[in-house]
């Protein structure tokens, strides 16, 4: 049963893999016109994703560049009711990627679903990721909503 609600969007063509060029295999963690649970005033995506949403996660230096950090997390994923079960999948925040220009430094990459999501049009569906269930730290739970 999932918990609250994190963060929703509708995918971009480039969040569901689906333009032309070399696919980016992530998912923007942008403001995405979210409002916090809690203080129901939009999210400052900079740092929510990293201190807010996923701060009880494992972060740790990837060793690439100075402050970028990864943490590994599991999603019980659903798409249009159907459980696709759980999946480890990666985030990268790097704040410097912000460069003072309101650019997203937080990332979730698709890892083992871009098979998925390469057979699949994901473009303009309803994302929405939820905290693990209350008094639990996992799994986290992806629903994607196609209708």
Same mark, same amino acid.
């Given at each position: 049963?999932?918990?609250?609600? +994190? ?6 063509? #480039? ?46 230096? #990837? ?5 970028e950090e990864e943490a590994d997390v599991l999603f019980d994923v659903s798409i249009d009711g159907k459980s696709f079960g ?21 990332? +979730? ?27 639990? +730290? ?6 994607? #909503? #196609?209708?």
């Amino acid at each position: 049963m999932p918990g609250r609600l +994190l963060w929703q969007k509708s995918l971009s063509a #480039t969040d569901a893999q689906k333009v032309s060029g070399n696919p980016t295999w992530c998912i923007k963690l942008s403001q995405a016109g979210f409002l916090h649970p809690t203080t129901r005033r939009k999210i400052d995506w900079i740092t929510y994703f990293r201190n807010d949403a996923f701060v009880n996660l494992i972060w740790h230096s #990837t060793g690439r560049i100075v402050d970028e950090e990864e943490a590994d997390v599991l999603f019980d994923v659903s798409i249009d009711g159907k459980s696709f079960g759980v999946w480890k999948l990666k985030l990268i925040h790097k704040p410097s990627g912000e460069a003072y220009q309101s650019n997203v430094p937080t990332h +979730l990459l698709w890892g083992d679903l871009e098979p998925l999501v390469s057979k699949s049009n994901f473009t303009k569906a309803r994302l929405r990721l939820f905290a693990p269930e209350e008094g639990t +730290l996992s799994p986290y739970f992806m629903e994607i #909503t #196609t209708r």
